[in-house]
């Protein structure tokens, strides 16, 4: 055993970590945008407003992880789009204040970096950051052996965006008889992973399986696919309506996300039979999760809820499909008087075949 002190021998590779920040620099210069100019290397990123085009701006501020989902991807060996999961459950809160994304940081911490890995997690990011148009501007890449195992890493995201301060959506103008419209997830998204792989583990479902819910996929790629991010989407339709209210259906499901959206004394009606989840909202369910917890854990195939007016729900929905959303008119505002403010009729029809 040498008696050499060094970085490396304790288990740290600065040329690694130095590797992967020349592999990941043209990644991040392809999300640039106005206001800023996507460099990396530097202590600090600036991002100039008044280049953007805002008058009087608002800022928002975002921060998120993906979640145990983080798992399947280790287990697979499957890397390219947990990074699109980071970018998503950042931009995708933004938005719904009226925000649109500027910039992304993110925070990748791992027991021994793999440069290989480590890149294509950056290569789901762009891509993310991407979709949704706000510029990757920097980061920051930890080793710490010791903390995790090799193999484990974690992922955090910040992102920050801006809006007119006479646009900022508050829910406060929501009303009983506003039109709740629904915009179809992707999949899980990335929040109930927890007792995905507990039923899982408990049923004997390998990942490399086929999976019964995507034919011609595996178990673990598919239950990777990645968030769907409504951005762009939602600007549209922004611009095409008054939106009065949004909601993005992570950890909590419907039950929890949309009362925070609503003022207080009114709640909604949704009904099961108006959309169409995506399939693997009924595997989950056929392994035993019971109606009122699909409700409260997962999205139940409606990743983001939009409330309009009864008068602008057909533009609202033309917009949203105009823009690659399939959406549908989901339910409606009305007056609640107890605690339970999100009424589910039928719910387990929107993922019957």
């Known amino acids: 055993m040498s008696n050499e002190r060094t970085y490396r021998h304790a288990g740290v590779d600065i040329d ?9 620099k043209p990644l991040a210069k392809a999300t640039a945008r106005r206001g800023a100019d996507a460099s990396l290397g530097g202590f600090g990123a600036l991002f100039d407003l008044k280049a953007a085009g805002f008058t009087d701006p608002l800022l928002v501020a975002t921060t998120d992880g993906v979640g145990t989902k983080l798992k399947l ?5 499957y890397h390219e789009t947990v990074g699109i999961d980071l970018v998503a459950m950042c931009v995708n809160d933004l938005v719904v204040q009226g925000a649109e994304p500027l910039l992304f940081l993110d925070y990748y911490a791992t027991g021994k970096l793999d440069v290989a890995a480590g890149r294509a997690i950056v290569a789901g990011i762009a891509e993310g950051c991407r979709q949704a148009g706000c510029a990757l501007i920097g980061g920051e890449t930890a080793e710490m052996p010791g903390l995790y195992s090799d193999g484990d890493y974690d992922l955090a995201g ?32 990335s929040n109930g992973f927890s007792l995905v792989r507990r039923i899982l583990a408990e049923d004997g479902v390998a990942l490399d399986a086929d999976a019964p819910f995507a034919p011609g996929t595996s178990v673990g790629k598919a239950l990777l ?62 392994r035993g999760v019971a109606v009122a917890e699909m409700a409260r854990v997962f999205n139940c195939g409606l990743g983001m809820v939009v409330v309009v007016a009864e008068t602008d729900a057909e533009a609202a929905l033309a917009a949203l499909t105009a823009a690659g959303e399939t959406a549908f008119r989901v339910g409606r505002v009305e007056a609640a008087t107890g605690a339970e403010r999100v009424h589910v009729q039928s719910l387990e029809a929107a993922w019957r075949a």
């Open 73 to 77: 991807a280790i287990d697979t060996n």
């Open 225 to 286: 696919t990645p968030t769907r991010i409504y951005v762009k989407s939602l600007l549209a339709a922004m611009q095409a309506v008054t939106v009065k209210a949004m909601a993005h259906i992570t950890g909590g499901g419907l039950t929890e996300n949309i009362p925070r959206v609503l003022p207080d004394g009114l709640g909604v009606s949704l009904d099961g039979n108006a959309w169409k989840s995506p399939a693997v909202m009924g595997w989950l369910f056929s």
């Open 16 to 24: 690694a970590g130095n590797a992967l920040v020349e592999a990941i």
């Open 158 to 189: 910040f992102s920050v965006g801006a809006v007119e301060r006479s646009k900022v959506i508050t829910g406060r103008e929501v009303a009983a008889g506003d039109v709740v419209l629904g915009l179809q997830s992707s999949g899980v998204h």
